[in-house]
């Protein structure tokens, strides 16, 4: 999630569970407070990426017998830097869940998907630092929208351009903000010119590499006095 977020509480809403499975139409609600000494930010101050362990919430909600429907995501889909120079190319289809606009089912309580492709290489830090940019139409709302890496077919085409059998399912990043052109016009025909500037979006997105989430779960086991099992 993104680190910008300083509200010392906030309320979490996630879909209902039923037998293992989503009961949509229902929300599990909890309400975090004293968020600040839960997260824990990156160790750069110019990388917005923080976590909050989620143990809390769902202990919460389990004991109020309002569980929670998840699918939980482990260093497994965190892509290594090998991984990424073998089996990403430079251009990907991407997928990215989140709330653009604030926009989500309000009867079902599920968010929205979306796509877009990779314009700049993954395995590259774009402009010295762990993020890349996707081509895609990003607002505000899709702030630490997971970035994720999935082929739907089955298949892809590798670097050589021969099709590989078999799918990925990767978290690639998290959303961090969207790039605009400042735009500036003039008011006219009234006594005083006023200027305005407007803001014109370019439909890319950057992305905080999913090691940057990596990064900032070392600190939270130190606080609980827990080893990462390698």
């Known amino acids: 999630m993104s680190s910008t977020l300083r509200r010392t509480a906030f309320l979490v809403q996630m879909v209902s569970a039923i037998g293992g499975k989503p009961n949509f139409g229902r929300a599990s609600t ?3 407070t ?10 750069d101050p110019n990388v917005d990426v923080t976590v909050l362990p989620f143990s809390p919430v769902l202990n ?10 998840f699918w939980p995501l482990s260093r497994e889909h965190l892509l290594t830097s090998e991984q990424l120079d073998q089996t990403v190319d430079a251009v990907e289809e991407v997928l990215f869940v989140g709330y653009p606009d604030n926009i989500f089912d309000t009867y079902n309580f ?13 395995a590259l830090d774009f402009a010295g630092r762990p993020q890349f940019l996707i081509d895609a139409s990003v607002f505000p709302g899709s702030s630490g929208s997971p970035v994720i890496l999935f082929d739907r077919s089955g298949s892809y085409r590798g670097k050589d351009g021969a099709v590989v059998i078999g799918g990925r399912f990767a978290l690639l990043g998290v959303l961090h903000a969207v790039r605009v052109r400042q735009v500036e016009a003039d008011i ?43």
């Open 30 to 32: 909890a309400e975090l």
């Open 60 to 69: 919460y909600l389990e004991a109020a017998g309002n569980v929670p429907y």
């Open 110 to 122: 599920t968010p929205v998907v979306r796509t877009g492709v990779t314009a700049t290489p993954i």
């Open 34 to 43: 004293d968020v600040n000494a839960l997260r824990s930010d990156h160790p």
């Open 188 to 230: 006219v025909e009234v006594p005083t010119r006023y200027g305005i500037r407007l803001a014109d979006p370019l439909n890319l997105g950057v992305v905080f590499k999913a090691s940057t989430i990596d990064e900032c779960i070392e600190p939270v086991l130190a606080r609980s006095g827990l080893v990462r099992v390698q």
